[in-house]
């Protein structure tokens, strides 16, 4: 990543914008210290609502899960399930007692957005459509966003926000993904024990801001992830189990096996490639990081990723191994293999080894 931005143009105008700090000792530039007053990094916090317990459907009556639910300054409800418990696609949930929306077979959470100025929920209800079957619903959570976590009790969510109003051009590096802008918010990862009890994830959030004279300074701010608390939301590229019948019918996306060599086996083509769509522009200038669920990964295993055009690579002999594999799309990938870059598809091609290919999607 280049370390040299675009100078925001209204530097003048957000300076004039903060009378506290306005006034500036530094010629064109301001101290570290300076830079972390003006700053901020906040961790969403979220509450219980409920706990672990297991539900049968009730014929022609609704499971109520909670009743007046106080919801004044929060952002939003996440049910979480045990996904295995979810058996299909007959469920369904309400936040008022009467409108219900259905939940995806094999769903681990399901989130409702709390409208401005919401104060109660009535009851939080599940029914399912054939009265038949169990569910467990692991806990459900009410969260306060960055706006008003700082006065609420409760453990901190896995959503960061950042904001600074220095006359900087600012990045944002959240563990190695990196956003540039003044305010930045991105949903984190938070790590789990084998018997599915969140561990405390400890995360540093880098600020590496340019001054208008080019001087650079860098802040970092420790912070801790201990609840999912806007859960990250897969975005399938290739294999998504939700699919409708009628487009799994007319277009199957079943898991391969991709040849040694073969380098249309896993083209991102929709025209050129043998199983794998072309990838929209908005994933690749999203600067998004695919994931890649295998299984059967051999010892020899040695893959190349470049473009279809065999003219640039982008990591080579990479191993993979049974399960979830990163790639992360660079802005020379994005330049190069999105349609409106130079169109040149992305390309994975195994040089060795072998493994069947499941689905492709991103998170956020």
């Known amino acids: 990543m280049k370390k040299i931005y675009l100078l925001i143009a209204a530097v003048g105008v957000l300076f004039a914008c903060d009378p506290v700090h306005e006034k ?11 830079l972390k007053a003006m700053s901020t990094v906040i961790v969403d916090k979220v509450a219980p609502i409920a706990g672990l317990k297991t539900y049968t459907a009730a014929p022609e009556t609704p499971v109520v899960l909670a009743e007046n639910v106080d919801v004044k300054d929060c952002e939003g ?34 989130r409702y957005e709390l409208g401005d100025g919401a104060t109660t929920l009535p009851s939080i209800a599940l029914k399912h459509i ?5 569910i467990t619903v692991k806990a459900i959570y ?33 563990a190695g993904k990196e956003l540039i802008g003044n305010f930045a918010s991105k949903k984190m990862k938070v790590n789990w024990n084998e ?15 340019i001054c208008p004279d080019g001087t650079e300074l860098v802040a970092v701010y420790p912070v801790k992830c201990e609840k999912i608390s806007n859960p990250l939301v897969k975005y399938y590229i290739y294999g998504d189990p939700n699919r409708p019948d009628d487009e799994k019918a007319e277009n199957p996306q079943e898991p391969f096996v991709p040849g040694a060599w073969d380098a249309a086996a896993m083209r991102f083509s929709s025209t050129e490639g ?27 295993f040695d893959l190349k990723v470049m473009n279809g055009w065999w003219s640039n690579t982008y ?13 992360p799309i660079t802005q020379t990938m994005a330049n190069e293999c999105a349609k409106g870059g130079e169109g040149r598809d992305l390309d994975l091609m195994l ?14």
């Open 351 to 364: 040089y060795s080894g072998s493994m069947l290919l499941k689905t492709v999607y991103y998170e956020e």
């Open 274 to 300: 043998a199983h794998l769509p072309t990838i929209p522009d908005e994933v690749y200038f999203g600067l998004k990081t695919l994931i890649f669920d295998v299984a059967n990964v051999t010892p020899d």
């Open 77 to 110: 409800v996440t049910i979480y399930f045990d996904a295995e418990t979810v058996a299909d696609t007959c469920w369904m949930v309400s936040f008022d007692g009467a409108n219900f929306k259905k939940i995806q077979r094999s769903s681990a959470f399901y």
């Open 130 to 134: 054939n009265s038949t079957g169990t």
């Open 315 to 327: 990591y080579d002999h990479v191993k993979w191994v049974d399960g979830l594999n990163e790639l």
């Open 142 to 174: 009410k969260t306060y966003g960055p706006k008003v976590a700082p006065e609420k009790e409760g453990e901190f969510g896995n959503v960061i926000t950042c904001q600074t109003s220095a006359p900087v051009n600012a990045k944002w590096d959240f």
């Open 24 to 34: 500036i000792n530094n010629g064109d530039h301001i101290t570290v210290e300076e």
């Open 195 to 209: 018997n599915g009890d969140y561990i405390t994830t400890d995360y540093d959030i880098k600020l590496t801001a």
